[in-house]
Antibody, heavy 121, light 106 residues
Framework: EVQLVESGGDWVQPGGSLRLSCAAS????????MNWVRQAPGKGLEWLSY????????YNADSVKGRFTISRDNAKNSLYLQMNSLTAEDTAVYYC??????????????WGQGTLVTVSS | SYELTQPLSVSVALGQTARITCGGN??????VHWYQQKPGQAPVLVIY???NRPSGIPERVSGSNSGNTATLIISRAQDGDEADYYC?????????FGPGTKVTVL
């Protein structure tokens, strides 16, 4: 059974940093591209970052360029999101999501349950 | 940047058909995916690449995509179809989500 489990969400002060993790199981993690998506309270889905199966290709949304860094460790079946210079606008539930097929930029067939990040003084 | 538009809300009578649109410039040339999200839950893929259903999604859920509009169609609507629905495409090295549509079953 495919499972994606996010962790690392917490309360953090503005200007602070946080590192999110996503532990993958039930599939060959190194074969799949992965993404981070967030959802602010009461708002819609916002895609943040993409990383290819090998980690060689990364794309980011303009809203997080220069502040958030996606990475992965295929040996540990884990995906990460390093978040710096956090502001209140970064308060959201953060999801990791799997690309269904690494040969295309396709649909997200599995999602984690999300981890909540709260940025507040 | 590429933008998607969706109606804020759609109401459908129990047993009737709901149509949720997703507008974008020449969206018919792109693959469109649809997600259902219920309160407090993660999104679930319900249609991928315009009109394909993942396993476990009933046949009464379908999709189409042409011109500047993609459409998610939910036939014989049930109470369990009440949710937010998001369309998604890939454009210029970014994934783009629509703003979402809240579907209410009356």
């Amino acid at each position: 059974e495919v499972q994606l489990v996010e962790s690392g969400g917490d309360w953090v002060q503005p200007g602070g940093s946080l590192r999110l993790s996503c532990a993958a199981s039930g599939f060959t993690f190194s074969y799949y591209s992965m993404n981070w998506v967030r959802q602010a309270p009461g708002k819609g889905l916002e895609w943040l970052s993409y990383i290819s199966s090998s980690g060689a290709t990364i794309y980011n949304a303009d809203s997080v360029k220069g502040r958030f860094t996606i990475s992965r460790d295929n040996a540990k079946n884990s995906l990460y999101l390093q978040m710096n210079s956090l502001t209140a606008e970064d308060t959201a539930v953060y999801y990791c999501a799997r690309d269904s097929d690494s040969s295309c930029y396709c649909e997200f067939d599995y999602w984690g349950q999300g981890t909540l990040v709260t940025v507040s003084s | 940047s590429y933008e998607l538009t969706q109606p804020l809300s759609v109401s459908v009578a129990l047993g009737q058909t709901a149509r949720i649109t997703c507008g974008g410039n020449n969206i018919g040339s792109k693959d469109v995916h649809w997600y259902q999200q219920k309160p407090g839950q993660a999104p679930v893929l319900v249609i991928y690449r315009d009109n394909n259903r993942p396993s476990g999604i009933p046949e009464r859920v379908s999709g189409s995509n042409s011109g500047n509009t993609a459409t998610l169609i939910i036939s014989r609507a049930q109470d369990g179809d009440e949710a937010d629905y998001y369309c998604q495409v890939w454009d210029s090295n970014t994934y783009v989500f629509g703003p979402g549509t809240k579907v209410t079953v009356l």
